[in-house]
Each structure stands twice: as C-alpha cells, then as structure tokens.
C-alpha cells in the first residue's frame, strides 16, 4: 500500500475553516505542495509497532477540541496522522500557542493528573490513546517515550530561544525554515540552495501563527508582506506559500 499524506488547505477567508485533502506521496516531489509538520517518523518501525500495539484509535475532526486545559488526563496520545497545536488560555482571554505536533509526536503527558493545555487539531487528526499503565507495562513504549522527551526538550529550549531573542522577522523567518525542513523530501538535509524552489501549505491561520510566534497578527502580515517584497517568498494565495530564496531566509532567521 502506498504510503499517503495529509495536505491541509485554507479558504480564502482570514482564520476561515481548513479543508484536508489527500495525495499519494509517490505523486509528490520538489516544488509540489506539500504537507506541513513532519512524516518522517511514520516509517519509524518502532513507531508503527506501538501504534498497533493495544491504542485505542481516534479520528479528530479539523478544529475539534481533543481535551481542554486542567481536564484529567487519564491517558496520553501518540499522533498517527494529522497536526495537533497545544495552548493555553490566561485569565484575560489570551492565548499562547506553545507547540505545534505532528506525526509520532506525544500529547497528554502530564506529571500531576491534569492537563496544563488545550490540545485542538489543526486539521484531520488521527490518535492512538493508551493508558498510562500500558506505559509502565510496556519497555519498548517506555523507551520511546524517553528518547521522544530528549528530543523535545530540545525543540523547546530552541522555540524558548526564538520567542525570547529573535525579532519579529527572524521569528517568522525561523518558522517558516522549521516547517520547509521538515517538508519531506528526497534530500535528507537541509535546503539551503539560494535559488530552491520550495512550496508548501501553511495549515495555522494568521492568528494562529501570530500565537505561536509570540507576535500580533498585525506584525506577522507585516513581515510576510516584507518577505514578499523583498523576493524571499511568494504568496500565490492565502497560506499557499512559495519560498523562492532558502538561503537568503536562513540568513534572516539567524538560525541557531
């Protein structure tokens, strides 16, 4: 069977619900439109085993709560397919987007019984939920589980980094690099050929986006217009997004 992806589509309203479509990923291939947040680590086998080993699977619609801050977290998920963001609400209504997860990524585990997030799919999710027992019964689960952790502190200290030192361009520069490296590819590494033609689906709206960065959504259309006039990135509709000059947007995102 062919392996297949997700690509999350935006209408042409701002914030405007995301309709997800399906391609084969034998049709896909440079310069195509491509689903964001990573499907490398669905050929994982470690990751295929767990998956069918005892979850329970659920399928979340685009925009469906899949549990909401302070609500006991009984049990923790390991996404299948889809993307997943996680936020927080303060006392005055605002929201802190704090992660954006993909596939083989984990949400749910929480030391105190409680969820410290909303979790919400950002388009068609599709879950495996296992017990926290099943954890503990489980050393290959538990391993994965902890080489899983390891890698995230990391990706966290990097976004604690972003949202603390980098200016807005460099923020929004940064996140578009993160997503169009983790676009999958025949090209392991890093895309930084000046003239690379890269194309992909942007699934957050401005709002989202601006949450995420830590930015107003004023302030991020300010920056993507900038991108634009400077030839970094086309725009060809909305959250359809091209980025004619990899190097020149590494340069901008101080990347580190």
Avoid at 76 to 85: D, E, R, W, Y
Avoid at 115 to 144: G, I
Avoid at 178 to 196: A, F, R, W, Y
Wanted: glycine content about 6%.
């Amino acid at each position: 069977m062919q392996d297949r992806i997700l690509l999350p589509h935006a209408d042409s309203r701002e914030g405007g619900p995301l309709a997800v479509a399906v391609q084969d990923r034998d049709q896909v291939r440079a310069g195509d439109d491509l689903a964001i947040r990573p499907l490398a680590r669905g050929s994982d086998p470690t990751f295929r085993r767990l998956c069918d080993d005892g979850g329970r699977r659920r399928t979340f619609p685009a925009r469906h709560v899949i549990f909401y801050q302070d609500d006991e977290a009984s049990q923790f998920h390991v996404i299948v397919a889809g993307s997943v963001i996680l936020y927080r609400v303060l006392d005055d209504g605002r929201r802190q987007i704090v992660e954006w997860l993909g596939q083989g990524d984990l949400l749910g585990l929480a030391s105190d019984g409680r969820h410290d997030c909303t979790a919400e799919a950002v388009v068609e999710a599709d879950l495996c939920a296992f017990s926290r027992n099943h954890l503990e019964a489980r050393p290959e689960m538990r391993s994965y589980v902890r080489d899983y952790l390891e890698r995230r502190v990391v990706r966290l200290h990097s976004h604690a980094v972003m949202l603390g030192a980098k200016s807005a361009t460099e923020r929004v520069s940064t996140f578009l690099l993160s997503i169009l490296d983790e676009t999958p590819s025949d090209d392991p590494g890093p895309k930084t050929v000046p003239d690379c033609d890269a194309h992909f689906i942007l699934p957050l709206t401005r709002q989202e986006t601006a949450d995420y960065l830590g930015l107003t959504t004023e302030t991020v259309s300010r920056v993507f217009s900038d991108l634009k006039r400077r030839g970094i990135i086309s725009i060809e509709k909305h959250n359809n997004i091209r980025v004619t000059n990899v190097a020149r947007l590494r340069s901008l995102s101080c990347f580190g």
